[in-house]
């Protein structure tokens, strides 16, 4: 996905997660989807994860992530919800201005230097669709009012959670499997687990494999599950019930998946 559209899209959800708080009756409600946090929390967190990663675009290509001190002197989220806003867009438009000028290309530092994800701004942008996406979401879903993920953010999820969170060089510490996630629109993707790590793959689409290849990767999956992308990206993100989608195979890897910490 092209840099603008993932630009957009940040830009879009962010606007969308800000009117889903304003229209809260208050914001020490508690967020149901992360039980923990009351909205005012989710603002904050959202607020500082665009703070972050505006800082470690800028900051290019580095061996750890940005000091703390790299945000000293900014101001701090304010608890009064017009103020609380106005920071929040603030810290939307930091993370959109150091994304603009930097590309899609340069390198920086990332969490997933390990992974099938590249250590690029552009890496970056795409992970932060599916962050203000998901976070959109919980917001949506404590007023009341959630909406499905936008068809461009939900098709690019399912491929970036998989190539960002499950594939890479950590262990998979248990027996090999091989999981297939399929999206009502027609897309789909196989992630190999094994001692040597996770590799994700985009399966062909139905009715263009060429023939030639049709005799290939004969196994079947040990499990499936099958929804249209937005629901797989928020099962996947453990907002709903992995049981909501159509499962076949061994359900448990599903469990086994959710609970695993590639970086454990």
């Given at each position: 996905m092209?840099l ?6 940040i830009?879009?959800r962010?606007i ?9 009756p ?5 967020v149901?989807?992360?039980?923990e946090?009351t ?6 967190h959202l ?5 972050f ?5 800028a ?6 992530a940005?000091?703390?001190t ?7 989220a304010p608890?009064?919800r017009?103020a609380l806003?106005a920071?929040?867009?603030?810290s939307t438009e ?6 603009r000028?930097s590309?899609?290309?340069r ?7 390990g ?5 690029t ?8 669709v599916?962050?203000v996406?998901?976070h959109?979401?919980?917001?949506q879903?404590?007023?009341?009012a959630q909406q ?6 939900a098709?690019d ?9 499950c594939?890479g060089t950590?262990a998979?510490?248990h027996?090999p499997a ?8 027609g897309?789909?993707?196989r992630l190999?687990?094994s001692a ?7 399966l ?7 023939a ?5 990767d004969?196994?079947a999956?040990?499990a499936?599950?099958?929804?249209t992308?937005?629901?797989l990206?928020l099962?996947l993100?453990?907002?709903i019930p992995v ?11 599903f ?7 590639p970086?454990e």
């Amino acid at each position: 996905m092209l840099l603008p559209v993932l630009l957009r899209l940040i830009d879009e959800r962010s606007i969308a997660f800000r009117a889903a708080i304003a229209s809260a009756p208050s914001l020490d409600v508690q967020v149901p989807t992360c039980p923990e946090w009351t909205l005012l929390d989710l603002v904050r967190h959202l607020g500082k994860v665009h703070r972050f990663w505006a800082a470690a675009v800028a900051a290019g290509p580095a061996d750890a992530a940005p000091a703390a001190t790299a945000a000293a002197g900014a101001p701090a989220a304010p608890r009064e919800r017009e103020a609380l806003l106005a920071w929040s867009a603030e810290s939307t438009e930091q993370l959109l201005s150091a994304l603009r000028e930097s590309g899609p290309d340069r390198g920086c530092w990332t969490w997933w230097g390990g992974s099938q994800s590249p250590q690029t701004s552009g890496a970056v942008a795409r992970h932060q669709v599916q962050e203000v996406s998901v976070h959109t979401y919980d917001a949506q879903n404590t007023v009341g009012a959630q909406q499905p993920l936008p068809d461009e953010a939900a098709l690019d999820g399912v491929d970036e959670f998989l190539s960002t969170c499950c594939a890479g060089t950590d262990a998979w510490p248990h027996e090999p499997a091989a999981v297939e996630y399929h999206a009502t629109e027609g897309r789909s993707w196989r992630l190999s687990l094994s001692a040597d790590g996770g590799r994700t793959t985009r399966l062909p689409t139905p009715g263009t494999m060429p023939a030639a290849a049709a005799g290939e990767d004969p196994d079947a999956a040990d499990a499936s599950a099958r929804g249209t992308a937005g629901e797989l990206v928020l099962a996947l993100y453990g907002r709903i019930p992995v049981d909501s989608l159509k499962l076949d195979g061994d359900r448990r890897l599903f469990d086994l998946l959710l609970a695993w910490d590639p970086d454990e």
